[in-house]
């Protein structure tokens, strides 16, 4: 285990010009005039500096975080030199929400191109997604259910956010965000690929999710081809406009009293969905 | 559509008693001792007016909120006369999160006892956990797929909490939530209903959630029988002896990169997958 403070002097200066700096990263303009992105709290920093090494700049450590994550501090140290011990008092003003460690990447940590197309693959677009917990719960979740990337249309937050990162817990190191200019852009490049994009909506006359799972596994559904997930805003769902450039859209049932599910939710059970598919399919 | 101030007079005193008393329902204390609840938010007021009427109290409504969600205003005042318009500096001070629309209801607005057990019925067991978001969320996701009640072992976040009530979309107003006190009374209560407890891990060893689905579907499995979803703490999971306690410990397989889902992601799918299953067998 490292010791505290075994190359690099304390940080002990919650004023200074650096950790100053290093908090103003959670907005969108100085991310995008430093090309510098604030990743917070243990297991972010540990995706980080375990996917994109080549990324980190500068790593934050308070003094009992150092012991307790340890593992995450030797990885980092393995992706820097630049692994800093701080006092308290400067963790907490460089980030609330970092559970004493936090990490300064290029933004070029999160890849922004799809792999190249495979068939059957599955594919999330997120169009005016506003809350950063719920975006980065479905990138989390298009991670962890194999999707091999996630588009998302300008409007929804940026995926370099702070809390984005941290929703995720990390998933943005592992599979590509990429952001297109509109909903047609999104489209098209989901047509490139030869995948169908599949609206959710709560309206009648659409395709069951459930339907659409008990068929894939028994004989071939929307699901045994490729396709693109298109998740909306959390409160409004999909515009009209989105809706009508689905090529289906798809009703997840519900047996119970609810109106809705958080959209997050919804994500999780669609991709659920698909991987099932597509393991039975392989 | 009720026009502004009908009857009532307009509450303007941000610092009345009132408005302290109102706001301090965030505290748990508060809560025990007067035995009312803060409902924040068109939405879950929507779904508290129109489940538990009875439970209504009182309802504040923000001036511009009188015209924007004048569906709701009317289903308050078919619950209860005491509906009072009140300044957008009262509203904030009552609620930050309300969107203009608040309420004060009886703590009984939320139903504290399972149904009778029925043949198949799918419960949800939360344990330890501490997010309120997350809570709320599987509160909501278990309403709409069908579940018949959620147990809640003490120590997770109260669900009379107004971010509980919030992330749960008003569906703590459809479904039972009851408190054990003891993760082996959550045991007892479910093995009454002859109902397994199945726990949900990561860990070797376990049942794969896709081969439960898609057995089920053909023939039998542990969803077809009466069953528990058990989540536990969103950061640590279900600890050993939770573990042991369970009949069954479920996976959720996971072809891609990401360690874990969120708790609440986990909730979704593990519920869809029963409801599917439901849905075939009956």
Redesign the interface.
């Known amino acids: 285990m490292s010791s505290f403070a075994e190359r690099l002097t304390v940080l002990d200066n919650p004023r200074a010009d650096r950790v100053r700096r290093v908090s103003g990263l959670v907005g969108r303009s100085a991310r995008s005039r430093s090309g510098l992105m604030l990743v917070e709290g243990p297991q972010a920093v540990r995706e980080l500096a375990a996917h994109r090494p080549d990324a980190v700049r500068d790593v934050y450590v308070r003094e009992d975080a150092w012991q307790t994550h340890a593992d995450v501090v030797d990885a980092a140290r393995r992706a820097t030199r630049w692994v800093h011990p701080v006092t308290a008092e400067v963790s907490t003003a460089m980030s609330g929400d970092s559970q004493g460690i936090c990490a300064v990447a290029s933004v070029d940590a999160i890849s922004r191109e799809l792999p190249e197309p495979s068939v059957g693959e599955t594919i999330v677009v997120i169009a005016q997604g506003r809350d950063p917990?719920n975006v980065g719960?479905i990138i989390?979740?298009?991670?962890?259910?194999?999707?091999v990337g996630v588009v998302v249309v300008a409007g929804t937050v940026d995926a370099s956010s702070p809390k984005v990162v941290r929703?995720s817990?990390g998933?943005v190191f592992?599979?590509p965000v990429c952001v297109v200019a509109s909903f047609t852009d999104a489209r098209t490049l989901v047509h490139v690929r030869s995948a169908a994009l599949l609206g959710t909506s709560g309206g009648a006359g659409s395709l069951s999710l459930?339907d659409l799972?008990?068929q894939g596994?028994s004989a071939r559904s929307r699901l045994s081809q490729s396709h693109a997930w298109v998740f909306g805003n959390e409160a409004r769902g999909l515009s009209g406009e989105e809706m009508r450039l689905c090529d289906a859209l798809v009703s997840?049932?519900?047996?119970?009293?609810?109106?809705?599910?958080?959209v997050?939710?919804?994500?999780?059970?669609c991709l659920?969905?698909s991987?099932?598919v597509?393991?039975?399919g392989n």
């Open positions: 917990g719960t989390r979740t298009a991670d962890a259910f194999g999707a929703s817990a998933s592992h599979i459930s799972l008990v596994l997840i049932p519900m047996a119970g009293e609810a109106e809705s599910l958080n997050a939710s919804a994500a999780a059970t659920f969905a991987q099932t597509r393991g039975v």
